[in-house]
């Protein structure tokens, strides 16, 4: 029995895993779903850039890897992003008394603001990196997903949660929906937060005005009209193996 690909969704937090691992490995079945946490936001942390992002990416995927799987064991990366307000106009980030950023439909409340100016650059600057990068490690598909402004605000209607409420509402949304994957992707359609159009539209969409901050989404186009195609990449598959078993044999001859 052939093996199956491995569709790697790369996440910041285990609460990200908690409330998505089991319902996609459901809609999933005939791939093997694995997750990578990333312990935090890759498009902030120190030293990522545009430039380099890339290559961190695919050392993400390197590291789930190591010297068990190599890039052909893959199927695609799909990496789920939380916007946090990246496109926001420097003047829509305010001060607050918030050690950490307190997000609402308009505005970033901080008690640093030029800090929070600095983060956002680096974070717009890198999705947009994201946006357009094909593949990791060479040869597996890649395609970036938001959640607006996190994944909290569109699974729980909630962006400003602690981590006590994370837990607890990551273990409710995958019993409600754990034996219901199909009313999550229902869930995901809902016209009040998902985005309409391509993939590109999707992303130019959320780079508009304060729509980073506000509860909207383009995952639910992962099920239906993906980045990466699924039967395509099934289909080159078979192509290449196809061509490796003609070189087989007339190696053989």
């Known amino acids: ?26 809609l999933l079945s005939d791939h093997l779903v694995k997750f990578q946490l990333t312990d935090g ?19 993400i995927v390197k590291a789930f890897s190591g010297n068990i799987f190599k890039p052909n064991d893959f199927l695609e990366i799909v990496h789920l992003v939380d916007m946090d ?9 305010v001060h607050g008394e918030y050690e950490k950023p307190f997000y609402t439909n308009d505005n970033i409340l901080t008690n640093n603001v030029i800090r929070m100016q600095i983060r956002n650059k680096q974070k717009s600057g890198i999705l ?13 598909p890649y395609s970036a997903y938001f959640f607006s402004c996190n994944l909290d605000h569109v699974l729980h209607n909630n962006p400003n949660l602690s981590r006590q409420e994370k837990n607890q509402y990551s273990e409710r949304f995958e019993k409600e929906y754990a034996e219901q994957p199909l009313k999550f992707v229902e869930f ?25 901050l506000q509860r909207f989404t383009n995952f639910h186009m992962y099920f239906r009209n993906p980045k990466n195609d699924r039967e395509y990449m099934k289909a080159l598959e078979l192509v290449s193996r196809s061509i490796e ?7 053989e001859t």
């Open 85 to 93: 307000g990246a496109y926001i106009s420097e003047d829509k980030v």
């Open 41 to 59: 936001d890759v498009t902030t942390l120190n030293g990522n850039n545009s430039t380099n992002i890339s290559a961190k990416i695919g050392n």
């Open 1 to 26: 029995m052939k093996a199956k690909k491995i569709i790697l969704f790369v996440v910041e937090g285990i609460t990200d895993k908690i409330c998505l691992g089991y319902i996609l490995d459901q």
């Open 188 to 212: 995901l359609n809902d016209s009040q937060y998902a985005v309409a159009g391509s993939y590109l539209d999707t992303w130019n969409f959320i780079k508009i005005d304060t729509h980073s």
């Open 245 to 251: 078993g003609n070189v087989g044999a007339k190696s």
């Open 128 to 140: 947009n990196k994201l946006i357009t990068l094909n593949k990791v490690w060479g040869t597996i």
